[in-house]
């Protein structure tokens, strides 16, 4: 069996004549972009509620303003350091804090209450303070002052105060020297035994001036 190839005819240019186009070649359709997922927005951790807030704050000592307008949370973990000239009312804004002094305006709250309502031991019970010259109970020895604030005010008993007074008296360097009275002490001692027992107080705020 034989097979003939036959061959392609060339088109003739007729003058007058358009010969018919060559039918159009479509490109190939690009796909359909997949739709695209929208994206739930990202859910942002809630803050937690702070443990202490002031709110427009203010202080005066008769014409004298100390504060004023002082605005600021203090959240569970954090560490707030309030840095100024000596005598622009650090100590001043930590004893209204406190519940030594009281406030011109303004409030503090502890959890969302206002303390100016609250009992006053058991409020200093939760907030604790070391006092700039550390105002230890100079008729007692140093386990002494680490116990009363347990004894009269958490109802601990001796033995349970004891332990947990050593536990920090120890974390501090000063459990060699529990029978020693605060007359006896150099003032970075003093400080250590302030801080030790107001530690062992289990505060949630510790306030030191």
Do not use: W
């Amino acid at each position: 069996m034989t097979t003939t190839k036959t061959a392609s005819v060339p088109r003739l240019a007729i003058p007058g004549i358009v010969p018919p186009a060559a039918p159009a070649v479509q490109p190939p359709r690009a796909p359909a972009p997949a739709a695209e997922k929208k994206k739930a927005p990202a859910k942002t951790a809630a803050l937690p509620a702070p443990l202490m807030s002031v709110r427009h704050l203010n202080k005066k000592f008769g014409d004298h303003e100390v504060l004023r307008e002082i605005d600021f949370n203090v959240y569970p973990g954090d560490v707030v350091c309030i840095i100024g000239a000596s005598g622009s009312g650090k100590s001043t804004l930590l004893r209204c804090m406190n519940m030594l002094e009281t406030p011109t305006g303004g409030c503090i709250c502890r959890r969302g209450q206002d303390i100016a309502g609250m009992k006053l031991t058991d409020y200093r019970a939760k907030v604790g303070m070391v006092f700039q010259s550390f105002n230890l109970f100079g008729n007692m020895n140093v386990l002494d002052n680490c116990l009363a604030g347990q004894r009269y005010v958490l109802h601990r008993s001796r033995a349970e105060a004891t332990a947990h007074a050593m536990q920090y008296l120890e974390k501090v360097g000063m459990a060699p020297y529990i029978h020693a009275k605060p007359s006896q002490l150099s003032g970075g001692q003093k400080q250590r035994v302030a801080i030790a027992r107001a530690l062992a107080m289990d505060p949630e705020i510790l306030l030191f001036d």
